[in-house]
């Protein structure tokens, strides 16, 4: 049997544990309240690299695949077999080159699109940080960024950069304010909303204390 002593160590320790389980949860929602659509950066940038290879790979492999059988074909267009066993020579040997051929693009353009889009969350989380806002804006910058590496890195001529520009503001700007609505719908609305909603309700103050006094 336990002494009064023990009793009140065990219970010291008993709420010093649950303080500590309700100041980690607390730290937890406020720091999926201050993430980007409630998802930290690190848990956000798995996601999204994760989603956006698949996303590659699906058509990497479709496009690959597809190619290599039209390929195939050209190249084979000289020599048709004309037996049975021939043509399914023929056809396994197609299935093999499109299958190798659809999991070696997969794997490369979803290597090439996780990295794109590391690339842009990394420069939105840099800007984020830098600014201490996180608003369209940031999300606005990270996409143009993005779409000028993507022109550089492929060589586009100007008039291509240009259209990819455009996309990449386009895209950037529907992302960031479908963000900000999130963020604005949490409790936690960009500087920006807080800065016209600031200017409307002084506003509304100002024609309220002018209709007071008699001077409207």
């Not at 804006?137 to 492929?154: P, Q, R």
């Amino acid at each position: 049997m336990s002494t009064p002593v023990e009793r009140e160590i065990q219970e010291a320790d008993r709420q010093e544990k649950e303080k500590r389980a309700q100041w980690r949860e607390e730290q937890i929602k406020e720091l999926r309240l201050n993430s980007r659509l409630s998802f930290p950066y690190p848990m956000r940038l798995m996601l999204a690299t994760s989603l956006s290879f698949l996303a590659g790979a699906g058509l990497g492999i479709s496009y690959g695949a597809q190619s290599a059988g039209f390929r195939f074909r050209a190249e084979n267009a000289h020599r048709l077999p004309n037996s049975s066993t021939g043509w399914y020579l023929y056809h396994k040997s197609k299935n093999y080159h499109m299958a190798f051929a659809g999991i070696r693009e997969g794997l490369k353009m979803g290597t090439k699109i996780s990295v794109w889009t590391a690339g842009f969350l990394s420069i939105e989380e840099m800007f984020d940080r830098y600014r201490g806002n996180r608003d369209c804006f940031n999300t606005i910058i990270a996409s143009l960024s993005v779409a000028g590496g993507f022109s550089l890195w492929n060589r586009f001529p100007i008039t291509t950069a240009a259209r990819t520009a455009k996309t990449g503001l386009a895209v950037g700007l529907a992302y960031g304010l479908v963000q900000d609505a999130l963020s604005t719908a949490k409790g936690r609305p960009p500087a920006y909303v807080d800065l016209v909603l600031g200017r409307s309700r002084r506003e509304n103050e100002r024609m309220e204390q002018l209709d007071q006094s008699g001077v409207v």
